[in-house]
């Protein structure tokens, strides 16, 4: 009997299986929530046996975990934006705040899988039951946090004002309206998530304050 002349399947390394656990993941948290997830489900649609998805997870709340750290908070984010060589990003006086918005919207835009995960698993975790309910509570400390640990380059009227530390309501009315257009995103009509952000700029970040800095 000749040998067979079919490829063989070359087996994946730990890094490339976590990549695509997570990758299934999104895709059923996003359309059924964490909630009503099976690890069956995720297991199967990945390809191994339960008990090997547990080996790289080791519980349901470790694939919630693994979710948010390798996936949703870990993308998107002002480094990201700098590695991407942006002039924007890139200015020696620091990061245009206007055009990393920009760019984060844009960014998930091209994502939906994301915004869907993100939306979901927000809504799921207003249970204080649920997992993810002490990250999600504290998430407008959180971010604050952890973009006051960079440097961004604003207005000489902004600087007048108290600098960076004055921002926190801007930076917040921002988020908050574009978790508001990325539910709208998922309605009819359709519209697009980059145009739409467009009219929200020009309110939350008015000429001639900004100009120059976007």
Partial sequence: MPPS???KRRRMTAAERREQIVQVATELVAKHGFNGLSLQEVADAVGITQAG??????????LL??????RYDRQGTPQ?????????ATHPDGISLPAYFRYLVAFNEARPELMELYMTLGM???DPRHPAH????????QVWDYYSTFTWRLPPEVMAAGGWETL????EMAIEAMDGAQIRFFRRPPISLTEEWARWEALLFPSPIWDGYR
């Fill in 134 to 141: 002490e990250r999600f509570i504290d998430r407008p400390d």
């Fill in 124 to 126: 799921e975790a207003t």
């Fill in 53 to 62: 998805l547990l080996h790289y997870i080791g519980t349901k709340d470790g």
């Fill in 168 to 171: 926190r309501p801007l930076v």
């Fill in 80 to 88: 990201d934006f700098i590695d991407s060589g942006d002039p924007a």
């Fill in 65 to 70: 975990e693994l979710l948010l750290d390798d």
């Fill in 5 to 7: 002349s079919a490829p």
